[in-house]
């Protein structure tokens, strides 16, 4: 099974020059009290991509590594700033089918294929403590790139990178960073050996831009466009955290994919409705096939809370083994679902449409007007609508019609929350308060809807307790502690509007 660790280095241009006469003494930066000697390895790695470098192109990397301490397979995923996630898998002549899946959001399925070459010839030197604790490795790196693509060429150049220990103190490659540039030691530009083997083997594939967008500079569509790269971006990168399970991640991309929903639909003055209402409908169904697992993990969260609350008086029966056993068998369940939708090939083809969207955006003739008044149009009939649904919710007597409308107006207020989200580049401060206050009507909303569905699994649970000779008391005290608490919530949620009232909005956006 594939492993994980997070990489934080920086790189330096080197001298073509033998010894390290050159090199600053690093024993002045705090806390290195030594450096030590740990010889001199021979790499040897392959570089998998797809033909049009999908893979570089996302700032990803995959390649087939010989030599040095972990030979392998590596997918190099960015992270922010000096970090990436390494994940690596064991040597093999294939590559393994968890980096494949792994990779896929990016690949898009497009076969992968040798790209690139490179040999390193490496002189490492550990950065220790006075206690002989590792804090960082210096690496003195003589590379030799051959273009494995057709008319490709080869380059050789020298570099120097400095990667962090675990646990090290980030603010350690500061300083370090700063002797070095007092001795004129520079960062490179590039930001990995691939890249700039890409660069210098095969000019004509440059793999590190995307493909060009024509989109009127300040104009409404490019606002919009933006927006849209950036939600693209955050669910690609977000693509190998759901399937290797990491916390908040499942959560994280269906936010993604309403916000791209509800920008697709809010901004369909400067976008062409029928090309994207297909996205909009691939991205709903995507939605919804996260929905179960996301959905559990907040109602597991939620009930085993409530239970830990009870005086142990008030449990009685095996709650706790009950709760455990409804948990597993819905949480398998819905994680095979997630999984299944990412394996498929409807997602695939969201992918492809996701990424056509972006570098060939369907623009109306809207698109090329100034942002402010399209995108206050657009905030504003976002916003009728909420009224519209808060009116109809806050005139239903308590009961299932009041709860379903309430959960209409929840829908409505994320999007118009996210529609002010994408306007706030243009229009600042006044979408930015405009967002704040229709967030005070989803979370009070969005409680009493977890109130809800919390009601309707606790009676699911006390009529399977009461059906196996099980007390059922537990459950009914808390399905009354849900409904209650969603009594509280709509309580709050007239005074709750009030705030984000017309005349309020007609002020935030001036």
């Known amino acids: 099974m594939a492993q994980s660790k997070r990489e934080t280095e920086r790189k330096y241009a080197a001298p073509a020059v033998d010894g390290v006469s050159w090199l600053p003494d690093l024993t002045d930066v705090d806390p290195v009290a030594s450096l030590v000697d740990r010889g001199i390895q021979e790499l040897d790695a392959v570089y998998y991509d797809t033909a049009d470098l999908r893979l570089a192109r996302s700032s990803a990397a995959l390649r087939r590594r010989t030599g040095g301490t972990d030979a392998g397979w590596h997918l190099k995923l960015p992270r922010t700033d000096d970090s990436r996630e390494e994940v690596q898998a064991p040597l093999s002549d294939e590559i393994p089918d968890e980096l494949r899946g792994l990779a896929l959001s990016r690949t898009r399925g497009a076969p992968l294929r040798p790209v690139v070459r490179i040999r390193s010839t490496r002189s490492v030197r550990a950065l220790v403590n006075a206690e002989g604790g590792a804090l960082a490795e210096l690496s003195l790196d003589t590379v030799r790139a051959d273009s494995l693509l057709a008319d490709g060429g080869q380059t050789v150049w020298s570099e120097m990178e400095v990667e962090l220990a675990e646990d090290a103190d980030p603010a350690l490659l500061d300083r370090i960073d700063k002797v070095l540039g007092k001795k004129g030691i520079d960062r490179v530009r590039t930001p990995s050996k691939l890249a700039r083997a890409l660069a210098e083997t095969a000019p004509d594939r440059d793999g590190a831009r995307e493909p060009h967008t024509d989109v009127a500079p300040g104009s409404a569509g490019e606002q919009v466009c933006g927006y849209l790269r950036e939600q693209v971006r955050a669910l690609v990168d977000l693509d190998p955290a759901v399937r290797r399970g990491a916390p908040d991640s499942v959560h994280r991309m269906r936010v993604t994919c309403r916000r791209l929903r509800g920008a697709l639909r809010s901004y369909r003055s400067v976008l062409d409705r029928e090309a994207v209402e297909p996205i909009r409908k691939e991205l709903k169904w995507l939605a919804g096939q996260l929905g179960p697992e996301r959905d559990h993990e907040v109602l597991s969260e939620r009930l085993s809370a409530r239970v830990r609350e009870l005086p142990g008086e008030l449990v009685l029966g095996p709650v706790a083994a009950r709760l455990q056993v409804w948990d597993a068998?819905?949480?398998?369940?819905?994680?095979r679902r997630t999984l299944d939708a990412l394996n498929s090939p409807c997602y695939t083809a969201l992918l492809d449409r996701l990424s056509e969207l972006t570098t060939r955006p369907?623009?109306?003739?809207?698109?090329?007007?100034?942002?402010?008044?399209?995108?206050?149009?657009?905030?504003?009939?976002?916003?009728?609508?909420?009224?519209?649904?808060?009116?109809?919710?806050?005139?239903?007597?308590?009961?299932?019609?009041?709860?379903?409308?309430?959960?209409?107006?929840?829908?409505?207020?994320?999007?118009?929350?996210?529609?002010?989200?994408?306007?706030?580049?243009?229009?600042?401060?006044?979408?930015?308060?405009?967002?704040?206050?229709?967030k005070e009507v989803q979370k009070v909303s969005g409680d009493h809807h977890d109130g809800v569905v919390t009601r309707d699994v606790l009676r699911r649970l006390a009529v399977a307790a009461h059906a196996a000779g099980e007390p059922s008391f537990t459950w009914g005290l808390l399905h009354g502690q849900e409904r209650a608490a969603a009594g509280a919530r709509e309580q709050q949620l007239p005074a709750v509007w009030e705030r984000a009232s017309d005349a309020r909005l007609r002020k935030a956006l001036g």
């Open 362 to 438: 369907p623009l109306r003739a809207k698109a090329a007007r100034k942002p402010e008044k399209v995108m206050v149009k657009a905030l504003v009939k976002e916003y009728q609508r909420l009224q519209r649904r808060m009116a109809v919710a806050l005139g239903q007597p308590s009961g299932p019609e009041r709860d379903a409308a309430v959960h209409q107006a929840r829908k409505a207020a994320k999007r118009l929350r996210y529609a002010a989200q994408a306007a706030r580049p243009a229009l600042g401060k006044p979408a930015k308060r405009l967002g704040r206050r229709v």
């Open 329 to 335: 068998g819905q949480r398998a369940a819905a994680r």
